[in-house]
């Protein structure tokens, strides 16, 4: 198994434009995780899915976030229009739900908003 | 609610060492503690469970339920330890909504 997947590994793209991070997670896994990653606040947890559902969107941080999971081999995170503070590494992790051996996390991506 | 503190943003240590990183959590149930790390500008990796009760490349940590700490310790750090630790807490079982604290840097001085 590859892992986790991202893609693209790294989005530059100007102020106002619509961006799209993928998300691949290992074949089995049950639980997907959307994390962002900043100097000033850590790791924040954005959203999780379980089964392809979405169970806890309280850390989006606002209606220009949204993300889908339309099959158990498949997410994506959309930033529609995107921000300079929006910049961020984003991270996406999956598990099996119910067994906490961890997450794997994928190699995230690194988003520039100019 | 569940919180994890890691009250240092950056730990220094000389090669040879000893390091402790520390972590102590909130959580009114009984939690399941992790410790990841992050090598520079690579992904987060699992580092340990404390339900297995592992040594990962010389590293423990023991849950101490009293204090409600989970400090991750290595008894001669060597240059490669040198990145951001994580400590994390998530509900035993169920759905792993998994909280993280905010890492702490190691750097380790040859």
């Known amino acids: 198994d590859a892992g986790v997947i991202q893609s693209p590994r790294h989005e530059v793209t100007e102020m106002g434009q619509e961006v799209t991070l993928r998300c691949k997670p290992i074949?089995?896994?049950?639980?997907l995780f959307w994390y962002r990653q900043t100097m000033m606040r850590g790791l924040e947890l954005l959203i999780y899915?379980?089964?392809?559902?979405?169970?806890?969107d309280s850390g989006m941080p606002e209606d220009r976030f949204s993300a889908k999971m339309p099959n158990a081999s498949f997410s994506t995170l959309k930033i529609q229009p995107s921000e300079p503070r929006d910049s961020a590494v984003y991270f996406c992790?999956?598990?099996?739900?119910?067994?906490?051996?961890?997450?794997?996390f994928g190699s995230g991506t690194r988003l520039t908003v100019v | 609610a569940q919180r994890v503190t890691q009250p240092e943003k950056l730990l220094s240590v000389f090669k040879g060492a000893p390091v402790e990183l520390k972590c102590n959590y909130s959580?009114?149930?009984?939690?399941?503690l992790f410790w990841y790390v992050q090598y520079s500008r690579q992904r987060l990796q699992l580092l340990l469970r404390?339900?297995s009760r592992e040594s990962i490349k010389g590293f423990t940590a023991d849950l101490n339920k009293g204090e409600t700490s989970f400090h991750l310790k290595k008894p001669f750090a060597q240059e490669e330890d040198s990145a951001m630790y994580y400590c994390?807490?998530?509900?035993?079982?169920?759905?792993?909504?998994?909280?993280f604290g905010t890492g702490t840097k190691l750097q380790v001085i040859p």
């Open positions: 992790a999956s598990s099996l739900a119910g067994v906490n051996y961890g997450y794997t």
């Open positions: 074949s089995g896994h049950n639980s």
């Open positions: 899915f379980n089964n392809n559902v979405p169970i806890d």
């Open positions: 959580y009114s149930g009984s939690p399941e």
């Open positions: 404390h339900i």
């Open positions: 994390a807490l998530a509900p035993s079982g169920g759905y792993q909504k998994v909280t």
